[in-house]
């Protein structure tokens, strides 16, 4: 847990990930009794943990992007988070495929955590296959679950990519880099969570205008890490 601001957030965030943990950024007292109430629930709802994705594109077809940014393990597979019921953990992957004119598999998606209470290597594997479709890609309707997820990973990408500039000197390139989250906002479905990262968008760009530069880097990396695992914010104090 970082209190207030002065704290080191790369190492935090760093031993969050290397020991199948989280860390927050904590602003006021107010947060902590929702942080440790959700992080006591988690502890009893973990049902999986050393877990890894394999993604295995079938022939012909190839990974494009995994826009969660996710670590990866010796073996190649991507690590994710501990498995906690009732909290999903949203991976999006873009794949680079050609045209077909039957059905058939495109790529096999293969989960695999140890289970505590047992202390057994467990595994599931499922199969994308997608059928031939008579419509025009462009035509077809678009999934507002899948473009929001896309659009909150995007926008999570360009903030990181927005705090590297800033330690380097370039805050020209951070406010491009804000301008680039913008626009995926301004382009994604109107939804909820949308708005939501609106308002967590506005608020790191009126630090960076403001030339608080601690605090841009705090929110932007905390608010970053935490779509890419997932997890909502945390509630405002």
Not at 36 to 56: C, D, P
Not at 163 to 181: I, M, S, Y
Request: glycine fraction near 6%; hydrophobic fraction near 40%; charge should be negative.
């Amino acid at each position: 847990m970082g209190l207030g601001d002065d704290y080191n957030e790369d190492l935090l965030e760093a031993m969050a990930r290397s020991g199948d943990g989280n860390y927050y950024y904590i602003e006021s007292p107010k947060q902590l009794p929702d942080i440790f109430q959700t992080e006591l629930k988690g502890l009893m709802a973990t049902f999986g943990n050393t877990v890894s994705l394999g993604i295995e594109p079938q022939d012909g077809v190839t990974v494009a992007d995994v826009l969660n940014d996710l670590d990866r393990l010796p073996s190649g597979l991507l690590k994710l988070p501990n498995l906690i019921a009732g909290m999903p953990i949203i991976v999006v992957v873009r794949l680079n495929m050609q045209p077909t004119a039957q059905e058939r598999e495109f790529c096999r998606f293969r989960l695999a955590w140890n289970d505590p209470g047992q202390g057994e290597r467990r595994e599931a594997t499922t199969p994308l296959s997608l059928p031939v479709m008579a419509a025009t890609w462009e035509s077809l309707a678009p999934n507002m679950e899948v473009q929001e997820r896309a659009a909150l990973l995007l926008i999570a990408r360009s903030k990181k990519a927005a705090t590297l500039c800033l330690e380097q000197g370039n805050l020209e390139g951070a406010v491009r880099c804000l301008k680039e989250a913008r626009a995926i906002l301004a382009s994604a479905p109107d939804t909820p969570e949308m708005r939501r990262e609106a308002q967590a968008l506005a608020e790191i760009e009126a630090y960076i205008e403001s030339g608080d530069r601690i605090k841009f880097l705090k929110h932007a990396k905390y608010q970053a890490h935490m779509r890419r695992r997932s997890q909502p914010y945390p509630k405002n104090p």
